[in-house]
């Protein structure tokens, strides 16, 4: 089984979360989460565990309440974003409320004085920080920071820490790479 490189650097773990869903809307669309070993990837991946961390498989039935929580997250981020939070739809406003109502990720301080952090359920704790996360994001300042990248083939969101508030891409490496080398192109052909 192929289990895609996720993306980062969005900014916030909800954002990344997001991202999970790549080309929103579009008939490109593409489910990284499409297994629950792939939901167990990410949460190894962009979670707060260590490297090294048990994290069993979740079972099917929590495979499916992540994709709901990221749509739930998707909602009412849009509706932060365009109006108010409160004009997230009631259910997705209940199901995030109810997901951010478990325990999250505790951190722990090892004998060497090294962090980690510990959950009786890994996915499940992972779940209610990014739907805490997205909660505190949505009802604060920051959301009129959330940005839409500029790639024309993306489609991501990110918070933009920018000092001017003018940063155009999703990543630097990816995006905004793609971007400069169309502009360098497009300029050697105009000299040639």
């Known amino acids: 089984m192929d289990i895609p490189d996720f993306r980062t650097g969005s900014g916030r773990i909800s954002l990344d979360f997001i991202r999970t869903l790549r080309w929103r809307g579009s008939d490109e669309e593409v ?6 070993q792939a939901l167990r990837a990410w949460a190894a991946q962009l979670g707060p565990y260590a490297p090294n961390a ?3 498989v979740p079972p099917p039935r929590l495979l499916r309440t992540a994709r709901e929580t990221r749509e739930a997250v998707y909602l009412l981020l849009k509706a932060a974003r365009s109006t108010s939070a409160a004009d997230c739809p009631p259910e997705a406003r209940t199901l995030l409320n109810n997901v951010a109502s478990a325990p999250t990720p505790r951190p722990v301080l090892d004998k060497q004085g090294g962090l980690s952090h510990v959950a009786a359920d890994p996915v499940a704790a992972l779940l209610s920080l990014i739907a805490r996360d997205a909660l505190e ?7 009129a920071r959330v940005r839409d990248c500029a790639g024309p083939n993306c489609g991501a969101w990110f918070l933009d820490t920018s000092r001017p508030g003018t940063r155009r891409w999703c ?3 990816r995006c905004g790479n793609q971007a400069k080398k169309s502009t360098w192109r497009a300029k050697q052909a105009t000299y040639e």
């Open 137 to 143: 994001l949505a009802t604060s300042p920051l959301v």
């Open 171 to 173: 990543s630097m490496d």
């Open 54 to 56: 048990d994290i069993p």
């Open 31 to 36: 489910e990284e989460l499409d297994s629950p």
